[in-house]
């Protein structure tokens, strides 16, 4: 399936910056086998005073921009073009969990495939009690490592409520689990701690997902956004597998994966400091478009 896609993240400043530094992970992702980049254009305004590309330890690409001017207002506008092939079947030779927590430890790698990355703590992530009990509740006997991924997201979709004014960037997961309320950030944050907390390694997805207007409505322009979903691994024969916990799939040809981390925080789409006061403003606006 071929996209274009566009993403435009601007922020305004009630006292011009006088500088700052931006790390900026907007760039979708070239995956062997299911994801192609054929071009991608990151426009950045003002044009900032240092700019330079990079890969991080996890593979993922991304674009560091240093300010030294002051500036009212900056705006990052990504314009790309993607492949995203479909999903291929396969047939589940996933470990039970006991068999699974066997093979993490038999992994004596540290490449960034590796599982052991993904299993403990991460700054935005803990594995807690409750994330635990929640997820043995939905553990049957001779599960499969695989299936208990699945059996989790899907009780995650069911029990929470999609609600974007429920919580911000900076909510804790188990916040907006004690809530039942959230977005894609929270059930992903959430998914993540209830798999690690039952031994099973997981991570985030930042990426897109295309979304469908009502039946005889136009598409509007820059109504979708960024989305977020999880990486789980089960076991060596399988690796990982994705699964979008918001909408209770797996992940498809409709998500567009841009990058992958232990949490959020790792793959912000902007992070950064600033060197300013008072009141700031900030809109995204995302387009997945997909071409005939």
């Known amino acids: 399936m071929l996209y274009d896609v566009g993403l435009r993240i601007s922020y305004s400043y009630a006292t011009p910056a006088a500088g700052g530094r931006h790390v900026l992970y907007m760039t979708p992702a070239e995956v062997p086998g299911r994801q192609r980049t054929i071009t991608s254009l990151l426009e950045i305004k003002p044009a900032p005073d240092e700019r330079f590309a990079r890969t991080d330890f996890f593979g993922n690409t991304l674009v560091e921009a240093a300010f030294r001017a002051p500036h009212a207002e900056i705006v990052f506008r990504l314009r790309s073009?993607?492949?995203?092939?479909?999903?291929?079947?396969?047939?589940?030779?996933?470990?039970?969990?006991?068999?699974?927590?066997?093979?993490?430890?038999?992994?004596?790698?540290?490449?960034?495939?590796?599982?052991?990355?993904?299993?403990?703590?991460?700054?935005?992530v803990s594995a807690r009690t409750e994330f635990g009990a929640y997820a043995r509740e939905q553990i049957k006997p001779g599960m499969t490592t695989r299936q208990i991924v699945e059996a989790v997201g899907k009780a995650i979709d069911r029990d929470m409520t999609f609600d974007p004014d429920a919580t911000d960037v900076n909510t804790p997961p188990e916040e907006a689990f004690a809530r039942r309320h959230g977005v894609c950030q929270d059930f992903t944050h959430i998914m993540i701690g209830c798999l690690r907390a039952i031994g099973v390694p997981a991570g985030y997805v930042s990426g897109f997902l295309r979304t469908n207007p009502p039946e005889g409505q136009p598409r509007l322009e820059g109504a979708d956004a960024m989305h977020a979903w999880v990486r789980a691994w089960c076991g060596k024969k399988l690796g990982w597998v994705e699964y979008d916990p918001t909408n209770g799939m797996f992940s498809g040809d409709d998500h567009i994966i841009v990058a992958y981390g232990r949490d959020y925080g790792d793959v912000a789409p902007v992070r950064g400091v600033v060197r300013t006061a008072g009141a700031q403003d900030s809109t995204q606006a995302v387009d997945v478009v997909p071409l005939a």
């Open 81 to 124: 073009r993607v492949e995203r092939y479909a999903e291929v079947a396969v047939k589940d030779v996933s470990p039970t969990l006991d068999a699974l927590i066997e093979e993490i430890v038999s992994v004596r790698s540290l490449a960034p495939e590796s599982p052991q990355h993904f299993l403990a703590d991460s700054p935005r």
